[in-house]
């Protein structure tokens, strides 16, 4: 019969056990994480850690292994890892402003055509992608258009005096 249970084995047993586990992890981590991601994934699992995470304990230790040196230290690599790596940095800010505005890449670059790379409001052009702005309405999220910096500040200062800009 095989050994399934950390009692089964003797204690260097058990620690070559896992070694070997962690060895093999190690060759195959590509593999290992979209194993994770898949389980990560499942429906189940999800509901599970829900439950799991709604107990104040668990969350507790979450927060204080999150504010420790530890924890801040491995978020601030995981992060560098992240943005040191543009296709996957690209991927993200394309998902965050697609959760924040509505706007997805291919209605950018629609949009872009359609207004002559020009900004909706005083028609300047873009000369850098990175001064392209994109303006949604707050409430219902609808994305109305592609503004310049300048514009899409003012935009924002007359929706803070309470009155909403033109369709």
Not at 108 to 123: G, V
Not at 145 to 161: A, D, F, S, T, W
Request: aromatic residues 8%; glycine residues 2%; contains cysteine.
């Amino acid at each position: 019969m095989a050994k399934r249970f950390k009692s089964d084995y003797a204690p260097e047993e058990w620690a070559a056990y896992l070694k070997k586990l962690r060895l093999r992890r190690l060759a195959n981590v590509d593999k290992e994480r979209e194993r994770l991601r898949e389980y990560n994934a499942r429906p189940e699992v999800k509901e599970r850690r829900r439950l799991h995470d709604a107990k104040h304990e668990v969350a507790k230790k979450r927060r204080e292994y999150a504010n420790s040196k530890k924890g801040k230290q491995k978020a601030k690599l995981a992060f560098q890892a992240l943005k040191n790596d543009p296709e996957k940095w690209k991927s993200r800010l394309d998902y965050q402003r697609l959760k924040r505005t509505s706007f997805t890449k291919e209605l950018i670059d629609s949009l872009i055509i359609f207004q002559n790379n020009k900004c909706a409001i005083c028609e300047t052009i873009f000369d850098n992608p990175k001064n392209i702005k994109a303006d949604h309405d707050h409430t219902t999220n609808k994305p109305r258009g592609l503004l310049c910096h300048k514009c899409n500040i003012i935009e924002g200062m007359i929706c803070k005096m309470g009155f909403t800009p033109m369709e």
